[in-house]
């Protein structure tokens, strides 16, 4: 008997430190595992399987801690989370900040999604962002990682949808849906360049503001970006560097709790020389439809106009200015529910270019070979919360 009773308070004394433990600790684990394989060609390419883990595949941990008088300190760090074990790219590589929110609104640092992106997001309906059925590209230059702070991820001139590092960044209180957003990066790249680069260092920032309204089925985003200094070649350090500008626009709405439709709209300008500026319009529509049980579709259409201005220099997918120098992309998906966390979509994803252009593609993919040249892909896409 006595043993058994040593046994328990032993086993007591451990548990104590361990449940107060837990009782102190606000962090949490959460995440996203992704994983897509499909086939995708293009004229004068071969057939290509390829495997990747698009759309947000992350692990996470979080954590608030309450100060008093309604105000909390809080952090995230999100990680990149690649099951096929092929990119290895550290901790908090996706958003990651530490804050502090209260009456006043939200107010933190670190890597982020920009004002633009998330007011872009609110009308980005119908299609997965990155992967083989990633639709970002052609609307926005992409979504993700890319950085003026002259980190691990390049500066990504064209990208619109950008996941920056380095932010100070301010969310103002939710006024019954509304919300005003800003954010501004650190000149950290001249500092970096400094020690390599004798001649005048550009300090490459991004500055982005927002607003977004979501209330019941109404989503309404409107956003402005300036990339300072980004470079006449888009290159961290170039002593003739330009200011790039967009302003963005997007809408969705949800009808009978089923349907959703939704549009984004995308006005660029990119400083290329002295006296020479190329701009961009681009837009996207798609529907999400909720058919019945587990079983929906989703369809997006994005477009990219002809590429305007003066410039003789061509921006990443940008081509330099000129009539047919656009591309239309389309997608279409059938998904199927498990649950609310796991799913499994089956699509078909195509990039037409114009007839005096062969700058876009579809994601992953090596590009066309001559002007007017389409991609395409077939893909499975499974993805599972926790």
């Given at each position: ?8 308070a032993?086993a ?7 449940l107060a433990?837990?009782?102190a ?30 759309g ?20 995230q ?6 099951i096929r ?25 670190g ?16 299609a ?5 059925l ?15 702070t002259?980190?691990?991820d ?20 939710n006024?019954n ?23 005048p ?24 970006e ?29 009808f009978g ?9 995308l006005d660029t ?39 305007t ?24 998906a059938?998904?199927?529910s ?15 270019n114009?007839?005096?252009t ?7 993919f ?8 389409s ?12």
């Open positions: 008997m006595n043993k058994k009773l040593m046994a328990v032993v007591g004394a451990l548990a104590v430190p361990a433990f837990a009782q600790s606000t962090v949490q684990v959460y995440g996203k595992i992704t994983y897509e394989y499909g086939v995708s060609s293009g004229n004068g390419r071969p057939n290509v399987d390829y495997a990747d883990v698009p947000g595949s992350a692990i996470g941990f979080k954590g608030e801690e309450k100060l008093g008088g309604g105000m909390s300190a809080w952090f760090c999100e990680s990149s989370a690649d074990g092929m990119d290895q790219t550290g901790f908090c590589t996706r958003n990651s900040a530490v804050g502090f929110k209260g009456a006043f609104g939200n107010i933190h640092f890597r982020w999604d920009t004002p633009m992106k998330r007011a872009l997001n609110v009308g980005t309906v119908g997965t962002e990155t992967g083989l990633g639709m970002s590209w052609v609307a926005f230059g992409g979504s993700g990682g890319a950085d003026a002259a980190s691990a390049s500066i990504q001139r064209g990208r619109w949808k950008r996941r920056e590092a380095g932010l100070s960044y301010y969310e103002s209180p006024f849906g509304f919300q005003v957003l800003g954010a501004f990066s650190a000149g950290n790249a001249a500092t970096d360049q400094s020690a390599v680069n004798s001649t260092n550009a300090k490459p920032r991004v500055q982005s503001l927002g607003a977004i309204y979501e209330n019941g089925p109404l989503g309404l985003g409107l956003a402005y300036r990339h300072q200094e980004f470079g006449s070649s888009g290159v961290i350090g170039t002593a003739t560097a330009g200011n790039d500008h967009g302003w963005g626009a997007s809408a969705a709405y949800t709790g089923n349907v959703k439709v939704g549009g984004t709209y300008t990119y400083e290329t020389g002295p006296g020479q500026t190329l701009g961009k319009k681009t837009y996207t529509l798609g529907v999400e439809w909720k058919i019945a049980g587990p079983h929906s579709l989703e369809a997006q259409y994005a477009r990219a106009g002809d590429s201005g003066n410039s003789t220099t061509a921006v990443q997918r940008n081509d330099v200015s000129g009539s047919n120098t656009g591309a239309k992309d389309y997608s279409i059938y998904i199927y498990f649950s609310k966390r796991t799913d499994i979509r089956l699509g078909y994803h195509k990039t037409q114009d007839n005096n062969k700058k876009y593609n579809i994601g992953n090596a590009g066309v070979a001559n002007a007017g040249d991609s395409s892909a077939y893909a499975m896409y499974i993805s599972h919360k926790f």
